[in-house]
């Protein structure tokens, strides 16, 4: 006992030595060896983080602060981030609340990532308008779900009514701004003709672009999907409903800010299903018939549309849920064609030659692949450092949650 008390005894006394041999203020676990990296290589691991990791780095010291928060890097940082396939959900635990669930999609690590909630103003269900470079237009506001920021998009009364078409940003200038479709010409006359404004992120000084005709225009817009940005354009996808439903491409400069028109592939046939996407710096539509049996994807090649390949979707009679499959949905959702099938009670990711990756099932009858995809940004916009909310709103600011990626 005497020498087992002993023993401890040193025990303790080479314990205290060891901590008095260290710094106050330091870690034993050794945060100056991490401080001692080179600064090029300290950078190439934190933009390979998720951003909810940089933002815990910023806070390890001053250094890894300025480093994470240096323009060049948020840049990179978000340029290197995945685009995250958004799913709509209602759940049977969620029976007690009205809002649908809202999920983050990361195809590769084949994972869902709780999304974010918007204020209760901004309604119940996804409200998301429009969406570029991580940022979201919803309502009358734009918000970066990442950094949990939102900004009136007007400074003074909100200057229009109407559709938003889409978020862009005007390279010239550096500049967001939102195509918007209405019936309200600025000059503060009301007109038959359905007019194409832009307001620039910040301004209340909203401008026409022009009265473009397209197929029944005075029946209004009915712009189908989101539109899809290829070298400065914007290709906006109308699919008119009349007797008969009819497709029209029509395509928006956004550095001069006019308008022209495109000529439809050829096999498009007016009741087919079609989506238009981005590959490869490339326009892409994707046709196929409404029972989405398979998919033909036709690439347009200097102004001329041109067989690219075909997808066959997985035979669902094999699959043992066929009972409960009825009606489903197929779209590419990433640059590496793959496919998000949503059928009842299932999401199906396939790749593009049709084979079954993954199926994640839900207990609800059907989820929704939304038409919006999430890249996160940390950059930072003078418009959100410019904003003024009313003090009665801080309690509905708080209800933005951050992605988590934990």
Same mark, same amino acid.
């Given at each position: 006992?005497?020498?087992?008390?002993?023993?401890?005894?040193?025990?303790?006394?080479?314990?205290?030595?060891?901590?008095?041999?260290?710094?106050?203020?330091?870690? !034993?676990?050794?945060?100056? !060896?991490?401080?001692?990296?080179?600064?090029?290589?300290?950078?190439?691991?934190?933009?390979?983080?998720?951003?909810?990791?940089?933002?815990?780095?910023?806070?390890?010291?001053? *250094?890894? +602060?300025?480093?994470? *928060?240096?323009? #060049?890097?948020?840049?990179?940082?978000?340029?290197?981030?995945?685009?995250?396939?958004?799913?709509?959900?209602? !759940?049977?635990?969620?029976?007690?609340?009205?809002?649908?669930?809202?999920?983050?999609?990361?195809?590769? #690590? #084949?994972?869902?990532?709780?999304?974010?909630?918007?204020?209760?103003?901004?309604?119940?269900?996804?409200?998301? +308008?429009?969406?570029?470079?991580?940022?979201?237009?919803?309502?009358?506001?734009?918000?970066?779900?990442?950094?949990?920021?939102?900004?009136?998009?007007?400074?003074?009364?909100?200057?229009?009514?109407?559709?938003?078409?889409?978020?862009? !940003?005007?390279?010239?200038?550096?500049?967001?701004?939102?195509?918007? &479709?209405?019936?309200?010409?600025?000059?503060?006359? &009301?007109?038959?003709?359905?007019?194409?404004?832009?307001?620039?992120?910040?301004?209340?000084?909203? +401008?026409?672009?022009?009265?473009?005709?397209?197929?029944? &225009?005075? +029946?209004?817009?009915?712009?189908?999907?989101?539109?899809?940005?290829?070298?400065?354009?914007?290709?906006?996808?109308?699919?008119?409903?009349?007797?008969?439903?009819?497709?029209?491409?029509?395509?928006?400069?956004?550095?001069?800010?006019?308008?022209?028109?495109? *000529?439809?592939?050829?096999?498009?046939?007016?009741?087919?299903?079609?989506?238009?996407?981005?590959?490869?710096?490339?326009?892409?539509?994707?046709?196929?018939?409404?029972?989405?049996?398979?998919?033909?994807?036709?690439?347009?090649?200097?102004?001329?549309?041109?067989?690219?390949?075909?997808?066959?979707?997985?035979?669902?009679?094999?699959?043992?849920?066929?009972?409960?499959?009825?009606?489903?949905?197929?779209?590419?959702?990433?640059?590496?064609?793959?496919?998000?099938?949503?059928?009842?009670?299932?999401?199906?990711?396939?790749?593009?030659?049709?084979?079954?990756?993954?199926?994640?099932?839900?207990?609800?009858?059907?989820?929704?692949?939304?038409?919006?995809?999430? /890249?996160?940004?940390?950059?930072?916009?003078?418009?959100?450092? /410019? /904003?003024?909310?009313?003090?009665?709103?801080?309690?509905?600011?708080?209800?933005?949650?951050?992605?988590?990626?934990?």
């Amino acid at each position: 006992m005497l020498l087992r008390s002993r023993r401890r005894v040193a025990t303790e006394e080479d314990a205290r030595r060891r901590r008095a041999t260290v710094p106050r203020g330091r870690s !034993r676990a050794g945060p100056d !060896r991490l401080a001692a990296l080179p600064e090029d290589i300290l950078q190439d691991i934190l933009v390979r983080l998720p951003a909810d990791s940089v933002l815990r780095c910023r806070a390890v010291c001053h *250094s890894w +602060r300025r480093l994470a *928060s240096d323009p #060049a890097f948020l840049l990179d940082h978000h340029r290197r981030q995945p685009e995250l396939a958004l799913i709509r959900s209602y !759940r049977p635990s969620d029976a007690s609340d009205a809002l649908p669930r809202l999920e983050a999609l990361h195809i590769r #690590a #084949a994972e869902f990532r709780p999304f974010f909630g918007f204020p209760k103003q901004f309604g119940s269900h996804f409200p998301a +308008r429009a969406s570029c470079d991580g940022l979201f237009v919803v309502g009358q506001c734009i918000c970066n779900p990442t950094t949990r920021q939102w900004a009136p998009l007007a400074t003074g009364p909100s200057p229009h009514a109407g559709t938003v078409v889409a978020l862009y !940003r005007h390279h010239p200038s550096g500049e967001y701004r939102v195509l918007y &479709w209405t019936r309200w010409n600025p000059d503060g006359n &009301w007109s038959c003709l359905h007019a194409y404004c832009v307001l620039t992120v910040g301004t209340d000084q909203p +401008r026409s672009v022009g009265y473009p005709r397209v197929g029944s &225009w005075r +029946r209004g817009i009915h712009i189908f999907g989101t539109p899809v940005l290829v070298n400065d354009i914007l290709h906006l996808h109308w699919r008119e409903h009349t007797s008969v439903r009819h497709h029209r491409i029509l395509a928006f400069h956004t550095v001069v800010e006019t308008f022209g028109h495109m *000529s439809l592939p050829a096999a498009v046939e007016p009741r087919h299903a079609m989506h238009l996407l981005q590959m490869g710096g490339k326009l892409v539509a994707s046709t196929g018939k409404d029972d989405m049996t398979g998919m033909t994807i036709l690439l347009l090649h200097h102004d001329v549309w041109t067989y690219h390949y075909q997808i066959k979707l997985p035979v669902m009679d094999n699959m043992h849920f066929q009972q409960e499959l009825g009606n489903c949905w197929a779209e590419i959702v990433s640059e590496e064609q793959d496919l998000l099938v949503s059928c009842y009670g299932h999401l199906l990711h396939c790749d593009k030659k049709g084979n079954l990756v993954a199926n994640f099932k839900f207990d609800d009858d059907m989820p929704v692949v939304l038409p919006h995809r999430l /890249k996160e940004s940390l950059i930072q916009h003078k418009f959100f450092q /410019k /904003k003024n909310i009313p003090e009665e709103e801080e309690e509905e600011e708080k209800l933005i949650t951050v992605v988590h990626l934990d």
